[in-house]
Every structure is written in structure tokens, then in C-alpha cells.
């Protein structure tokens, strides 16, 4: 009997799998892909769309360019997992029946408590926030002056906050609009998981492009017209944006599988495989066990590998295999600011340091860490889809 294989979520891990199932088991399995959009977005160049909202024809690609045709597609929400019956729930009512699901929802935005943050934060985790992003800070730009600018508070300065304050700069420096830019950081520096010396190229960076930098206090409260800051800090704002974390899915607290109490998030074993019988997570979803006691960091490039692994495991599982376990291997970090990006201690895929770090220095910018982020993008949009879109996307990335 052919086994009904599931697959949850459009995101990197959702999409990966996917594709990495369709390749490792063709029309073995009966594959259902379900998610509450009908394409895959390229989250982390969705910070264009600050700048330009047209970028999103270049990141936002449809379900039906890379799914094969036997594949069946439902845009649906998921809104229950029951891993007794081995059925998914939807928000139509319907449910689905399925031997091996494999759950890449995704995650939202933490606040942390932080009281007033939910109500008056935008965020950025889908296309429809970066649109909302764009036109919030158009509007209070044109409602702006010179001798009154708008006020754009960014909080958090980790990769999506770093990038998003940067593409505000170039919104404003490009319509000469009259915009104050604050990034918050309540740790010591920018990009609080970096080394030092790329925290300072990005600091640099970003003063460079008029970006106020708030760093050593953590935001304490917000109100719909003020972020309270520390003991005795206050930024009025027109807009502000909310970058500082992430955690579980709603629908994952209820799901019967094992999770961490605070952010449920689903625990897996380093073969993305659950505690529920036939249950995979993969992505920022998953905790996903790694041989240091650290899970694998929620990062897309982090999800691209392992959804390669966990649709070679399906296979495994439904020829009742040995799973594979799936070791992280951190590839470097690029970031954009703008226009601009700097690497740091960038890897091949065989994990040792690429040449170009001995003679470009480490962190390197210019046009080589520019190239290297247009291109990072590049190869994930041909794995998905093909060579054409790939180089569609290559001037906006």
C-alpha cells in the first residue's frame, strides 16, 4: 500500500522537504503539501521589500513552480495535530490521514512580556509584514518634515533588525524623506551571536547610514506613542518594528509531542524524528539535538540542510531504514546593510575556510561580500525553482 506522506508549511524547511522527498521517493509516496499560502517566500531577503515593495514578485514564488505535478497543494492553516489518530487538522474542518508528517511550520515573533510590544510592534515573518512595514514607514514619511522627521524604532539588532534598519536608510536616502532611524539592542553590541570584530564592520555600517544605535538596555514597555527603554530612556515613534526573537507555533501547544515548556517548539532527535510515531520537525519548528547539547540554530541555512536530510529519512522510515543523523555545519555569516553586506568566516561546503577570507581579511565587505549575498540567494531560488527565476532575482537580492 502506498504510504500517504505530509507535508506542513511553505517556508525553507517546508519547501526543502518537499523537494527533497519528491527526489529521494518520487511516486513511491502519496505527498500532500499544506500551508496557509500558496508560495515560498524567500524570508531572508524579504527586507527588500522595505525599500521596494516590487522585490516581492522576485522573492515570493508560487507553490505550483516547485512542487511537482503529482503533488497535491492545500492552502489551508493547520490547527491541530493528532498524532493518535495520525491526522492533521484544518481550518476548513477537514483533516488529513497520514503515515509520516513531517511539520515545518515555521515560528512567530516573541515579545517576551515586554508589556504594550504586541500590540503597537509591527514584525517581519511574512510577506504581507514587509509590505505592512513599507507602507508604514511611507506614510510617516510623508506625513514628516525636516524640522519634524519621522521616527522609526527598529528593536533588536540581530540579523533581520541589522537588515531592515539598513533598508529603511536606503528608502529614506532615495526619496530624500525625512526619517530618523533608531536600532535597540538591550545586550552590548549589533548582532549579539557574532565575533567582535564583525560586530564593530556592522556598527560602522550602520552609523555610517545615520542609524542611531541603542545597545546595553532592553526595551522595558511600549505605548502607542513611546518605547520605554531601561530606567530612563524614551524614543517616540511613528513606526516601530520588532525583531527580537522567536518561538512555537500556537498550534504547537497543543500538539502531543514532546516540546520545550517555554517556546514550543517540537524536540527531535538529530534525525528531525519526534517522540510521535512518524512525526518529523525540521526548521524553526524543531529543537533538533546536535552532539554539543545546543539544538541547531533557527537559521535558513540551517533549514536548507536539514530538509535535504529529513525527506532522505522518509525514505528511510518508510523502507523501515536506519535513519540518517543530520550534524550542522555553520557556513559563515553574511549580512546586507542597504546596498552594502560584509561577510565573516565564510565556508564551503566541506566546512574549511574559503581562500578569499586569508585575502580579503575577515570580516570582508565590498564587491566580493556583495556578489556572495546575491548569490547565497541565487542558489537557494534555482534549488527551489530553476536557473531562470534565479537570475530574474539577482539584481534585487
Given at each position: 500500500?502506498?504510504e500517504?506522506?505530509v507535508?506542513?508549511?511553505?517556508g ?7 523537494k ?7 511516486d513511491q ?18 527586507h ?10 522576485k522573492?515570493a514564488?508560487?507553490?505550483d513552480?516547485?512542487k511537482s505535478?503529482s ?5 489551508a ?19 488529513l490521514?497520514?503515515d ?11 515579545f517576551?512580556g515586554?508589556d504594550?510590544?504586541q500590540?503597537?510592534a509591527?514584525?517581519l ?8 512595514i513599507h ?7 510623508r506625513?514628516a ?22 533598508e ?23 548582532f549579539?551571536?557574532?565575533d ?22 532592553f ?5 502607542d506613542?513611546?518605547v ?8 517616540e515613534y511613528?513606526v ?14 497543543d ?9 514550543h ?17 525540521v ?6 539535538e ?18 535535504d ?16 543523523e543530520?550534524?550542522?555545519?555553520d ?6 546593510v ?9 565556508k564551503?561546503?566541506?566546512g574549511?575556510?574559503?581562500p578569499i ?24 531560488i ?16
Open positions: 500500500m502506498t500517504n506522506v507535508v506542513l508549511g511553505s525553507y524547511a517546508g519547501a526543502g522537504a518537499v527533497s522527498i519528491e527526489r529521494e521517493l518520487d509516496v502519496d505527498l500532500t503539501w499544506v500551508s496557509d499560502v500558496d508560495h515560498h517566500l524567500v524570508l531572508h531577503e524579504a527588500r521589500c522595505i525599500r521596494n515593495p516590487r522585490v516581492k514578485e522573492i514564488i508560487p507553490v513552480e516547485i505535478p503533488t497535491r497543494f492545500i492552502q492553516e493547520v490547527t491541530d495535530l493528532d498524532t493518535a489518530g495520525k491526522e492533521v487538522g484544518l481550518d476548513d474542518g477537514t483533516t490521514s497520514y509520516y508528517c513531517v511539520v515545518g511550520i515555521g515560528s512567530q515573533t516573541a517576551f515586554i504594550g510590544l500590540e503597537h509591527l514584525t515573518k511574512n510577506l504581507d509584514h514587509a509590505l505592512e507602507d508604514a514607514v511611507k506614510s510617516a514619511a506625513d518634515s525636516r524640522s519634524d522627521p519621522a521616527q522609526v524604532v527598529v528593536g533588536g539588532a540581530g540579523l533581520s533588525g541589522i537588515q531592515s534598519a539598513g529603511i536608510a536606503e528608502f529614506r536616502d532615495k526619496h530624500r524623506a525625512p526619517i530618523d532611524i533608531h536600532l535597540v539592542e538591550g545586550l552590548d553590541s549589533v549579539p551571536p557574532g567582535p570584530e564583525l560586530q564593530e564592520e556592522l556598527d560602522a555600517m550602520l552609523r555610517e547610514r545615520d542609524v542611531n544605535i541603542l545597545t546595553g538596555e526595551i522595558t514597555s511600549v505605548d506613542e513611546v520605554y527603554i531601561g530606567d530612563d530612556t524614551e524614543l511613528d516601530l518594528l520588532w525583531t527580537g526573537g522567536i518561538t512555537g507555533q500556537e498550534v504547537c501547544q500538539i502531543d509531542v514532546g516540546k520545550d515548556e517555554r517556546s517548539r517540537l524536540q527531535t532527535t538529530s534525525t528531525f524524528s519526534t517522540d510521535a510515531d512518524g512525526v518529523f520537525a526548521g524553526d519548528t524543531a529543537l533538533v546536535q552532539p554539543d547539547d545546543e539544538p541547531a540554530p533557527p537559521t535558513a541555512q540551517a533549514a536548507w540542510d536539514a530538509a536530510i529529513v525527506g532522505e529519512n522518509v525514505k528511510r522510515a518508510v523502507n523501515d531504514q536506519p535513519l540518517k543530520w550534524r550542522y555545519k557556513k559563515g555569516t553574511v549580512i546586507s542597504g546596498n552594502e553586506a560584509v561577510a565573516y568566516d565564510v564551503p561546503l566541506n574549511v575556510s574559503l577570507n586569508s585575502l580579503l581579511g575577515n570580516p570582508f565587505g565590498g564587491t566580493p561580500a556583495e556578489t556572495l549575498k546575491k548569490a547565497i540567494a541565487a542558489r537557494w534555482n534549488r527551489v525553482t530553476g536557473p531562470g527565476r534565479a537570475a530574474k532575482a539577482w539584481p534585487d537580492m
